[in-house]
C-alpha cells in the first residue's frame, strides 16, 4: 500500500493512500461469493452459479461496496505508515479506480501540535487573602432574610420593592392589541421586569385606584408590532404589598437545616460555609493564574475539529441553565449561542487541554488515587443525609469518574507548577474575592 503525505500548512495534512488492486480484487472476490452463496439465478440452485455469471451480475456493486469497507480498514494502517496523529475524523475524498485496478483515495485530517513547554519556572501568581468577620456573617443573614421576605398588604402609595396586583387594558390608536390585556398581573416594582413605563407609573398610586398610563415600547421590544409605540393602558391597581423580610425565628431557623434552632448556631454555620467559599475562591484564583500563565508562554495553534467538539460541550453546559423546552430545541440553541460567540474561548479550553497533557507527560505526573478519593468525599459532602448514594453514583458511573479524575489532575498540575511559582499575597476585600469567583464559574 502507497501512502504519502502532503502538508497543506498549519496543523493540515493530507494522507494520500493507494490500495493495490491485488487487494480490492480481493475484497470485490469475497463479496461476490458471499453473495452468490444466497443468490437466486434462473437455471442454478442457491450457491451454485458459475463465478463468471456472478461477476456479470454483482462485480460492479461489489467493487462500488468495498470502497468504504476497505477505507474503514486502510485508514489506520495508513496512520500507522505514516506516523500521524489526527486530531478527529478525516474528510475522505475517492480519486477513483486506476487502470490497473487500484483504490485511490485521500484523507483530510488536522493533526496535534508539536508543543515545546517554555515559562515553567517563570510562573507569577498573586494569592488573594480574604477573612470572613462579624459583619460579613451579618450581612449574609441579611440576604437570607431578604431571600426569604414575604408580603403583608398596605394601604399607603405603592412604592419601589412593593409588590403590586393588577388589571389592567392596553389600546393603540384606540384599538385593543394582541397581548395587551391581563387580569390580577403581579409586578414587582423596580425589579424591571415589565415595561419601564408601566411601573414607574404604579409608583406614588393607592389599592382601589383606576387611572390611565400611556406607556412607550421599548425600541427593541420582542414583538416589532409594538417596538417603538405609545400604548394606554387603563389600569385598576387592586392590591399594593410591602416586603416584609423573615425573621430569624427558632423555627425558620429549624428549617435551614439547623437542629439547635439558635441564631447562634445559624452563624457558626454561616461562618463555616463563608470560610469554604473563601477557600474555594482562592483556590480558583490561584489556578486560574496559573493557567493564564501557562496559556500566555505557550502559544500554539489548535486543531479544529477538537474545538468544534468543545463548542458543543459548552453548548450543552450553558443550555442547563436554560429552560427545558431550550434545551431540547438544538436549533434555537445554536441561534441563541452561535460557534462565533464560543470560539475564542473554546480554542483557549482546547490549547490549556494540550498544554496540561504535554505537562503531565514532560514531569511524568501520575494520578494520586488518594486526592481523588478525598475530592469524591468532598463532592459527596454537600449532599448531607444523600452523601453514600452520591458516592456510589459516582463509582457506578464512568463518565463522571472520568471527570472527576481529570479535576483532580489538572488540580496536581496546578500543584507542581506552583513548586517552582513566585507566590505574593494580596488583601482582599470578601465580596471582591467571591463575587470574582462566581464570575470565574
Known amino acids: 500500500m ?72 486502510t485508514y489506520p494502517e495508513a496512520l500507522q505508515q505514516s506516523e500521524l496523529n489526527p486530531a478527529g475524523q478525516p474528510e475522505i475524498e475517492f480519486d477513483g479506480f486506476g487502470e490497473d485496478g487500484s483504490l485511490s483515495y485521500a484523507a483530510n485530517v488536522e493533526v496535534y501540535p508539536e508543543i515545546s513547554l517554555t515559562g515553567l519556572d517563570d510562573i507569577s501568581v498573586e494569592k488573594p487573602q480574604a477573612e470572613v468577620d462579624d459583619g460579613d456573617i451579618d450581612t449574609t443573614l441579611t440576604r437570607i432574610r431578604e431571600q426569604n421576605k414575604t408580603y403583608e398588604d398596605v394601604e399607603r402609595e405603592a412604592a419601589d420593592g412593593d409588590k403590586v396586583t393588577v388589571d389592567y387594558v392596553g389600546r393603540i390608536d384606540g384599538e385593543t392589541f394582541e397581548g395587551g390585556s391581563a387580569d390580577d398581573m403581579t409586578i414587582t416594582l423596580g425589579e424591571q421586569q415589565f415595561l419601564p413605563d408601566m411601573e414607574r407609573g404604579l409608583v406614588g398610586h393607592k389599592a382601589g385606584e383606576s387611572f390611565d398610563l400611556d406607556v412607550t415600547f421599548p425600541e427593541e421590544y420582542g414583538a416589532k408590532d409594538l417596538a417603538g409605540k405609545t400604548a394606554t393602558f387603563s389600569i385598576e391597581l387592586k392590591s399594593v404589598a410591602e416586603p416584609k423580610p423573615a425573621e430569624l425565628t427558632e423555627d425558620f431557623i429549624k428549617e435551614m437545616g439547623i437542629e439547635e434552632g439558635t441564631e447562634e448556631a445559624l452563624r457558626a454555620r454561616v461562618r463555616e460555609s463563608l470560610e469554604q467559599e473563601v477557600k474555594h475562591a482562592i483556590e480558583t484564583s490561584v489556578k486560574t493564574q496559573v493557567m493564564d500563565n501557562l496559556y500566555e508562554a505557550n502559544p500554539i495553534e489548535v486543531p479544529q475539529p477538537m474545538v468544534a467538539q468543545e463548542i458543543e460541550r459548552m453548548r450543552k453546559e450553558a443550555s442547563q441553565r436554560l429552560p427545558q423546552e431550550l434545551q431540547q430545541n438544538p436549533e434555537q440553541l445554536k441561534q441563541m449561542l452561535p460557534d462565533e460567540a464560543l470560539q475564542e474561548q473554546a480554542e483557549k479550553r482546547v490549547a490549556l487541554g494540550l498544554l496540561i497533557a504535554e505537562v503531565i507527560s514532560e514531569r511524568e505526573i501520575e494520578l494520586d488515587q488518594a486526592k481523588v478519593d478525598e475530592k469524591m468525599e468532598e463532592v459527596a459532602a454537600g449532599y448531607g443525609d444523600q452523601a453514600e448514594q452520591v458516592k456510589q453514583y459516582y463509582q457506578q458511573n464512568p463518565q463522571l469518574m472520568q471527570g472527576l479524575q481529570a479535576m483532580v489532575m489538572e488540580q496536581q498540575v496546578v500543584d507542581n507548577l506552583l513548586e517552582n511559582a513566585t507566590i505574593t499575597e494580596k488583601e482582599t476585600e470578601l465580596d471582591e474575592l467571591l463575587n470574582a469567583n462566581q464570575n470565574a464559574g
Open 2 to 73: 502507497d501512502v504519502s503525505v502532503e502538508n497543506p500548512g498549519g496543523l493540515k495534512r493530507r494522507l494520500k493512500v493507494q490500495i493495490p488492486a491485488e487487494r480490492v480484487n480481493g475484497a470485490v472476490d469475497e463479496k461476490v461469493k458471499r453473495v452468490g452463496q444466497n443468490a437466486r439465478i434462473p437455471g442454478f440452485r442457491p450457491g451454485k452459479a458459475p463465478t463468471k455469471i456472478l461477476y456479470q451480475r454483482y462485480g460492479e456493486q461489489a467493487r462500488q461496496e468495498v470502497v468504504s469497507e476497505l477505507v474503514q480498514q
